[in-house]
């Protein structure tokens, strides 16, 4: 008997494997955006032109951008949708948690970082819509540069980023994005089926390297800013 494609998809979607296998490939789908979206941002520290450019390049890139831009929501939404409902399941299967959590031994990976995944995630999608609420469709300013005129997005993120709000509160969801990827690295490798016992601890700690250089990454530009090492 033949099973048609959309009973495949289905069977897939539904299956435990299957949603870590989304969550693994969507994980680093957006994990790819974030290394993209901080080099983005470490423009700035060349200079507002620089940024300025960069970022009428983009806007340049028209429809193809905004496909790109919904994508990635898209993936987001289903990131977490997918999490969102390994989660209850792992819960439903056993309503009673554990009265200690603790490592089973050296192959665990119980942390903070894996204990937290969900709530970071849901704290990182609701950052997602104040970020792009606050900066792509915030206040827009205009420049001239080499005779161009364009938006000037590096005086809105200057700006915001002299608020003390904005500057350690952004500062501080990077904190949670750093944990977020500490455990969302490893794990998504593992769930596509990648690793073994003699990958498995080198990934794990290529992770950890990973997660803090990318949180620290972020989180220089803000306190720089807020700190005048980058001027307007």
């Known amino acids: 008997m033949t099973i048609s494609s959309d009973r495949l998809i289905t069977n897939f979607y539904t299956s435990p494997i299957g949603k870590k296998i989304i969550t693994g490939i969507t994980g680093l789908g957006l994990s790819l955006f974030v290394l993209f979206h901080l080099v983005a941002n470490l423009t700035l520290f060349s200079g507002s032109k620089a940024y300025n450019r960069l970022a009428h390049f983009l806007d340049s890139l028209g429809i193809l951008l905004y496909v790109v831009e919904f994508t990635l929501l898209g993936l987001a939404i289903f990131h977490i949708v997918v999490g969102v409902t390994i989660r209850f399941n792992t819960i439903k299967a056993r309503p009673v948690g554990y009265s200690q959590l603790k490592s089973i031994g050296e192959p665990s990976k119980q942390s903070i970082s894996s204990r937290s995944m969900l709530i970071t995630g849901v704290i990182l999608l609701g950052f997602l819509a104040l970020h792009l609420s606050t900066f792509k ?33 952004y500062a501080g969801v990077m904190v949670m994005l750093g944990l977020h990827l500490r455990h969302g690295i490893w794990s998504a490798w593992q769930s596509i089926g990648v690793l073994n016992s003699k990958i498995s601890p080198v990934v794990y700690a290529i992770a950890l390297v990973l997660a803090i250089l990318i949180a620290i990454g972020f989180i220089i530009l803000p306190l720089a800013i807020y700190f005048n090492f980058i001027a307007g």
Do not use: N, W
Request: no cysteine.
């Open 137 to 169: 469709f915030g206040t827009y300013y205009s420049t001239v540069i080499d005779g161009v005129e364009m938006r000037d997005l590096s005086g809105l993120v200057i700006e915001k980023f002299h608020h003390p709000i904005y500057a350690f509160g």
